[in-house]
């Protein structure tokens, strides 16, 4: 099939103005939040799963790659498309199609906003928990190819545990449905190995998932410690309390710094770190815990707790936290993130050794992270524009997963592998059992035509090359 | 298999390397050579790669664009207006009728700037923009039109302004334009003419005129201020003129309104006109210096986001930088100098639902969003009621309406549904654009809610105290 051919038959099934393959307007779908870019053959933007399919099974016919994007706002360069590929892009599916209040469910397309559902179903007494730091922009088909975190997921977990069922379209065009409406599925649990297959394993088109009643009372406490340590050791001491906070996330010094820059989120400028955590549930509950958490920080060496007076001032707080890394841009104009999780127990251990490798490559790092899960961000601050500065700052990367390798954590806590740290797999999986993902993989798609070339090491790691487009790095955590 | 789209594509497919190669890629290499040869930005007005690479794509711009929310293509979000211009800058591809057009549907309204986590100057980055097109020879023909007809022709000159406004109000008071309309002759003119008559501000019944007396401050005197007439508001809305007047003098300032000034030149300078927007600059600053003002009010939230840029925009001004900077600070948009002083709230009841229309300007390009509520909510008896989406761009943009009917029409209608469904007797707004384009709006949907400047609303509410 010649490409005018398979472009021709694309706009058949979508419409002239949802094709896109000029080479300028494809400019803007050769990149997503990461440091990666590859302009695609094209760009396809359905409106329905039957569109979806027909493409798909167009795509396959053609012996054409796909990959999914959704908003575009990935760190791991899953939305990214070989030159040869078809990119499937999913903006015009942005429907809430159902709420139920009664089972707390909303029928959703992949390409509805995170935080368009979260606002919508509020209406109702409701929310929908994984709130990862774009939320703003991000879309539920995206958290659900890589399995999406965000502060609240300490307590109620990641994107996985709020999915019960979804349409998926496979790499042939077939449709089929995993999970359902039940909250538990007998058989192998097809939906649980589809969340966070970085769309590999097929394209969801339209998603059940769960909601949760909203909290009856929400405080969020700002912990203000001297040094980095202490607060670390706040985090320990709250846990070992038997407190599961909402969320509980630390800032460091020059983090604070970097966001009160920016805006007033009521950060003490004079802090070592600052820890943000936050309780929901019965009001009771919540009043009962509060005094633990206060002791825990106090027992620890904070030198203040401040507790959110009203709405507003805990939005301010959050603001903070949820905007540090685009504030980084005041310290340097481009920074590297990595999203290696450790066991909180060794939180300390870790952070020492971020600060060990930022002084002897000669790096400034700033922290910004779920303390509560072990998810730690840190974050390399430089002007890609020094020579060699680039590659210091991905072997300071390099060094920094294998210790959390080494400490008993992993790569990823909720970006995905990607082609960003598809390289580094190695360093906590043997060869074997990447091989056994791999035919898990095969079981969904065979012929390999979905997103090819992420989350397993093939030696093409990609290095951003010192140009000014390529090495802005990720944003979000 | 489908034959390779580019020849390109064969070479990179080979590229690659190790981890520790230093430069492998995941696909090869990315496609960076030229699409078609460009030089780049060009001049001392280019857009720089400071401002450029500020922006680290993350796309939480994506969901405020309203050229985005209607079209969901990422060509019209200010992240892919960015990519694009980043794209030039690098000589990857020239500045092009394709690029042009994604960059003239950009209404300019600055709700991604507000919402940038990096604080790109995204409006400063479109008008270095929108410049080197214009210097280019680029624009669009509709945009290039206009621009000889009014940026340069009209809005510099106060007196071809007043004329055009008295035809203009002649024509629509007079039957002629009802007879026309009746008669179907206006289908005889080109498209692009019609389409101008149809959209043609309706001209109010008195216009406004600055003058050299003082309007005197009520009471105790608080500050000595200058009022902006501007080009267009004076004649569309002289009734919210001359209500910002009283409501200053209410609250106990002079006024004064030097005869000499002219239009900011925010449309000049929106529409990359940087030249002869700096010349209006100029004459602002000499004109109210002159004055001796305190602070210089404008009840036009357009004409302040582009006179507190003035330090910006003449910093390279050996003559005018200090000037220009002191002007930029001592400016302040009506609502914000009332709610600030704090103002003398009214006796009387004022019972009316209003709805609050963020005009962009304002709220995205000032980040005022609070002032013009607290005004309203210290009124006695009035009622706000928030519409949704309510800073969302109602599409009138300045020129935007008449270049880009589609597209503006369509936020146009958006913003009318919000609007009749906050169920309110009046919109506030505080821009002389918005206030025209809905009005229109609601007529074309045949509803009676007015659109009044917040400040008519003020001062209504004062003229029902007891004297």
Known sequence: MANSDFLDQLRAIVGDEYVIDHREDLLVYEYDGSVDRSMPRAVVLPA?????????????????????????????GGAITPPDGLQVA???????????????TALVEPGVINLDLDNYVRKFGMRYAPDPSS????????????????????????????????????????????????????????????????????????????????????????????????????VSAVIGYGIVPAALEMIDALSIKAVQNVTDAGYPNDAGAVLLIELEGLHEEVE??????????????????????????????????????????????????????????????????????????????ANVFHAGDGNLHPCMLFDAREPGVMESAMAAAAELMQECAALGGTLSGEHGIGLEKKEFMPLVYEDEDMAAMQRVREAFAPQNRLNPGKIFPDGSYYRPSPHPASHTAALYA | MVESVDPRVEEVQHAGGGIDAGHGFPYGVPFEGSLNDGPGFVGPDAPTEADLYRCVHCGLCLSACPTYVETRLETESPRGRIALMKAVHEGRVGISDRLVSHWELCLQCRACEAVCPSGVP??????????????NNSQSPELSRLSQLFLRAALPHNNRLRLAGRLMRLYQKSGAQRLLRRSGALKALPVALGSMEAQMPVMGDRFFSPRSTVSTAHGEWRATVGLLSGCVMPMMHGDAMRAAVRVLQRNGCDVVTPTDQGCCGALNLHAGDLEVGRQMARRNIDAFRAAGVEFVITASAGCGSSMKEYGELLHDDPDYAASASEFADNTRDITEFLADLPLDPPQSEFNRRVTMQDPCHLAHAQRITEAPRKILRSIPGLQLVEMAESALCCGSAGFYSLIQRDMSQRLQGRKVGNALAAGADIIASANPGCMAQLDQGLRNAGSDMSVKHVVEILDAAYQLESP
């Not at chain 1, 999913?90 to 707390?104: A, C, G, K, T």
């Not at chain 1, 590297?336 to 002084?359: A, C, F, H, I, N």
């Open chain 1, 90 to 104: 999913f903006p015009r599916m942005n429907q809430i199609l159902e709420v139920d209040s009664v089972n707390r």
């Open chain 1, 48 to 76: 329905n799963t039957d569109e979806v399919s027909r493409v798909m099974a167009l795509a396959y016919e053609a012996g054409i790659t796909v990959v999914g994007r959704g908003s575009g706002t990935g760190l791991s």
């Open chain 1, 288 to 365: 009962e815990v509060t005094r633990d958490v206060e002791s825990a920080l106090w027992d620890t060496g904070a030198a203040d707790v401040r507790i959110a007076e009203d709405d507003a001032e805990r939005e301010r707080l959050w603001v903070g936290r949820k905007t540090a890394f685009g504030a980084f841009g005041t310290i340097a104009p481009n920074y590297y993130l990595v999203d290696g999780v450790v066991p909180r127990t060794q939180l300390t251990q870790m952070l020492r050794k971020v600060s060990e490798v930022s002084e002897r490559y000669g790096i400034t790092i």
């Open chain 2, 122 to 135: 995204y409006g400063r980055l479109m008008e270095q923009t929108r410049a080197q097109v214009r210097d």
């Open chain 1, 135 to 234: 939320q703003r922009a991000c879309s539920l088909g995206g958290n659900i190819a890589e399995n999406a975190g965000g502060p609240h997921c300490l307590a109620y977990g990641a994107t996985t545990n709020h999915v019960i069922g979804m349409e998926v379209v496979l790499e042939d065009g077939e449709v089929v449905y995993l999970g359902g409406q039940a909250r538990e599925a007998t058989g192998y649990d097809l939906r649980g190995a589809f969340v966070g297959s970085e769309g590999t394993f097929g394209i969801a088109t339209s998603i059940l998932v769960r909601l949760l009643p909203t909290p009856e009372s929400v405080r969020t406490f700002l912990g203000i410690f001297p040094d980095i340590d202490s607060a670390c050791t706040a």
